[in-house]
């Protein structure tokens, strides 16, 4: 796959980062070229408008936007640009990311934000949709989408396999406990 960016990940503040690198390991996992960077449509409004305004031109197809407290980001990336925003909840202030979710996932009627769970699992989320997206014409991208899934029921077959032999395990020692030693019967 060429180098350019496919994918943009931008977040209000580097506070964010932390959480925001979930998405970057996602999109690194399939393969996707991204590029990470920061605007605030509170504290940089032109910044933001003229950097969403170049995406498409520049080949960008989806964006992964993260911010806290009163987030606005997404959904003015969203005002400016035709391609599709995935919006990341940050839980940075008292209220735990529930004040971003709801400024995100309460867009008006006519500009879209596909918002996903607040936080890390969010933003490793965000990342797969974004793959997902782009498997809708990459072929490359949609088979590691497919070995992806494979993954993750194995994993769940190895929990599970796991857990009954540590149950049977536990259950040898009840075994032994039940019945007590000889001489107290
Ligand atoms: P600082 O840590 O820089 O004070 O930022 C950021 O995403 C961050 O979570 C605190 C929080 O403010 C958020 N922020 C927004 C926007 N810009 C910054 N929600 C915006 O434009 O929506």
Do not use: W
């Amino acid at each position: 796959m060429a180098n350019k960016p496919l994918v943009s990940i931008v977040m209000g503040s580097d506070s964010d980062l932390d959480i925001m690198n979930e998405a970057a390991k996602s999109l690194a996992e399939f393969g996707i070229p991204y590029e990470i960077d920061i605007s605030s449509a509170h504290r940089s409004p032109a910044r933001t408008s003229e950097y969403s305004r170049g995406l498409k031109a520049r080949g960008v197809q989806v964006v992964i936007a993260g911010a806290g407290g009163a987030a606005h980001l997404a959904g003015v990336i969203a005002a400016e640009t035709t391609l599709p925003v995935i919006a990341v909840p940050i839980p940075s202030t008292p209220l735990l990311g529930l004040d971003s979710l709801l400024a995100m996932v309460q867009m008006p009627a006519g500009i879209p934000v596909a918002t996903v769970a607040i936080g890390k699992p969010g933003a490793t989320n965000a990342g797969i949709l974004a793959a997902q997206m782009i498997g809708l014409h990459n072929a490359e991208v949609a088979k590691k989408l497919v070995a992806h899934k494979e993954n993750l029921a194995k994993g769940v077959e190895a929990k599970s396999k796991k857990l009954k032999e540590s149950h049977s395990h536990e259950h040898d020692i009840g075994t032994d406990f039940f019945s007590g030693p000889a001489d107290s019967k």
